[in-house]
């Protein structure tokens, strides 16, 4: 029961402790402080002690650009690094605004295209994605009156000092502590899989293993696997990056999921009792190791995993394959053919996990490796990989495409409205556009209230605050404690506050630099509403719908070239097609398309009461298709089944029906629903028997296994878009 005395301590005590449940680890207030530290030091130093006001000027926005808006994934150093290497661009920017700020069209022209290149050359690296907002401030600034060439060199050396010292900082100043990354969180699935593949070599060998699916090691192995999925990380940390080693970690998490999903099957048709098969028990300790020594790689000084000795249990589980096809006097084992081919899909995932892992890790694929299409971007340069993507985005339903127009045409329109009305301080109408607008009309209306509350509540201080106090000094000293205030507690106590506190801080700012008095907290005022209500009309006219829209298009065409490059690989293996190389091209493809629009759609508010699609389990169910393919091709080459016409037409039909069930996702998807059960296919290998026995009759064994290995790979592929909707009461992790 809380004391009646003390009751201005007890609302103290609850605002801290209200702010530091929101900042646990003090990372935003370490932040802050350095933030503010820099700035003081920087502004300080340009305006009282070079007598500089460009100086200072361009040095404390300089540091608010790079440590406020800049949103930097890494750990400290590298953070450092990478602002120390933008500089080269940021003066490009500031030089490049300076120059065409001579004239309201020619500054709105270079608004325009700058505004279009920042922001979608983040296409091929989130991590310029975290500086496009810092970069078009420096354009930002330098673009407005006056236009004074002379002074480029101030305005770069006030930027660089305070990049220079921010970065600085950053490393030597309370660092915050190292993030968990993506590749740790691969690592630790990787062992979580591995431990249940484990689970999968008791079964098959210990008579005291008990059921695989009641294993809480199975459960651990799913919840692992689903951290890292790419909507479930940050996008500046999510590996959607065009260089070989992004994708290689998008590969490796697409493996390491079926690999999972293929273990588990393969426990779900063990045998009731142990069959005594060392073969399967030897491969799938060999897979565990494999993938145990994999997620080691993916630390730091940790040794490259090697391939030989799971090459050499896959040569041995293949050479025991043929044991299953008989001796041609009895029918094949076909439910051991069936657990063999699940096995050896299992193998063949973990094997590209493991390439994938030496790839993410700086090496490059060597023999078969280098030539599946699979690996191929591996040996092309970075600059290349960064074209091809940048190539993809340029499409009509790219969400970077449309985000980055709405961006650069929002700003244009903001900085020719500034111009025209000869605002004093205009850069403040494109700053509050840039804070207002988002990637969909829902979230830019979200912004707009906080900003304009804000903003009025800011004003309506700082006006008080400069008819009262008029004398520059008292701003000088008070300046680090509206820094402090401004990016610590007002990011901590949520957008309103944030947004009062920084128009507070720019009044103190302005306050040493100009003498409009109790005006500037007006001019404040009406810029930030002409900027919001361009930021508003931006978001609602120009793809309101944000990634959603764009999503749904792209996966539903994702989906769709999944099932023709399914058939084809289907008809190829029949003798009717050739390999279908290029229907596979078209599927990785489209994979950019939908994991860029993923990453952003999951960045952007959605209604909780919503249906919504099972985004993870849609992309799960395309990713499977084009390692699965090459797999199946490499021991069922095409042709092996063109003499087998009772086999051709229960492939056919198999692969009409996986068609007809991709179709459907596919309509379910584009019309944003969660699709229901596609398939009844989703059985294990005593349904194999069930379709497959009635055609055996004194048929080839060496077919037969072609047969069950083909039919098992398309039940694999039903069972994928079966998991995108589970039946009622199935509580299977996903």
Partial sequence: MPRRTGGAGVRASGVLGRLCRRDPGD????????????????????????????????????????????????????????????????????????????????????????????????????????????????????????????????????????????????????????????????????????????????????????????????????????????GRNPPEWAPSAAGAQDRALRICASALREALAEADRLVADAPPTPSGDPAAARLLRSCADTTRAAGRTLTPGAPVVGLDDLDAAIGRAEMAYLAGEGDGRHPPDVSRLCRDATALALADQTRVFAVGVRVATGSRPEGEDARTGLFAYAGHSPWRLYWWQFRSHLAPRSAHLHSSLRVAVALTIARVAAGVLNLTHGFWVLLATLTVLRTSAADTRTALRPALLGTIAGAVVSGGLMLVVDKPIVYAVVLPVTLMLAFGVGRLLGPVWQQALFTLLLTVVFAQLSTEGWRLAETRLVDVLLGAVIGVLAGVAMWPRGASHDLRHNATGYLGASADAVEQTVLAILGNAPAPDRALDRVRRRMILVDSSYCQYHSERHHPHQQQVNWDAVLSAGHHVVPGAESLLRR???????????????????????????????????????????????????DELDRVRPLLGGKDPRSVRHLVEVDRWLTGLAASLARIRPPAGDSAPM
């Fill in 27 to 230: 990372a935003v207030l370490r932040r802050a402080a350095r933030l503010t530290l820099v700035a003081s030091v920087v502004f300080y130093g340009c305006r009282y002690g070079a007598g500089s006001s460009v100086l200072a000027t361009y040095g404390l926005f300089g540091t608010i650009a790079a440590g406020s808006f800049a949103q930097l994934p890494g750990p400290a150093p590298q953070r450092a690094r990478i602002l120390v290497t933008a500089l080269p661009a940021a003066w490009a920017l500031i030089a490049v605004g300076s120059l065409l700020a001579w004239s309201t069209w020619s500054a709105a022209g270079g608004m325009l295209v700058v505004g279009f290149v920042v922001a979608f050359a983040g296409v091929g690296n989130p991590r310029l994605v975290g500086l496009a907002s810092a970069f078009q401030l420096f354009y930002i600034l330098a673009s407005f009156p006056p236009y004074q060439p002379g002074t480029l060199p101030e305005r770069l050396g006030g930027v660089t000092l305070a990049v220079v010292l921010l970065a600085a900082a950053e490393v030597l100043l309370w660092p915050d502590p190292v993030p968990v990354s993506y590749r740790q969180r691969l690592a630790v699935a990787a062992g979580g899989v591995a431990a249940f593949l484990d689970v999968a070599a008791e079964r098959f060998t210990d008579p005291h293993a008990g059921p695989g699916g009641r294993d809480p090691r199975r459960e651990r192995a799913y919840d692992l696997v689903a951290a890292t999925a790419l």
């Fill in 636 to 686: 069922n080459p095409p042709g092996c089944l063109a003499d087998w016409p009772a086999a051709a037409t229960l492939l056919r039909d198999s692969a009409a029906h996986l068609r007809s069930a991709y179709d459907d996702v596919a309509r379910e998807v584009a019309h944003d629903r969660a699709a229901d059960p596609t398939s009844d296919r989703t059985g294990g290998c005593a």
